[in-house]
């Protein structure tokens, strides 16, 4: 098994105290993979429905962010393979 992946940069590399600070994450897991489920209902009659697929990530990674200072970061997005945070210098 692989071992999940992740990269990490800033928007800056100094903030001044109140700036906005921006981070984007990076990440990935080699061994996570889409799963398309196809469903068909039978009724006790024997009728079929159409089949309908849906697919699904079992498993997905989760970000977290934390820092040292006790900044409160916000999820801005994630894309499940990008995610952006925000917080204040």
């Known amino acids: 098994m692989a071992a999940p992946t992740v990269t ?4 800056a590399s ?4 109140g700036d ?5 994450v990076g990440y990935a ?3 996570t993979r889409p799963v ?7 009724d006790p009659q ?3 429905s159409a089949p309908v697929r ?3 990530v079992i498993d997905p990674l989760t970000v977290g962010v934390a820092d040292d200072s006790g900044r409160a970061w916000v999820k801005v ?3 499940g393979t990008t995610a952006v945070y925000r917080a204040v210098a």
């Open 46 to 48: 024997g009728n079929s």
């Open 29 to 31: 897991d080699p061994d």
């Open 8 to 11: 990490a940069s800033l928007d």
């Open 20 to 24: 906005p600070i921006t981070l984007t």
């Open 77 to 79: 997005s994630d894309t």
């Open 54 to 56: 849906v697919t699904a």
């Open 14 to 17: 100094t903030y001044s105290p």
């Open 36 to 42: 398309t489920l196809t469903i068909v209902l039978t």
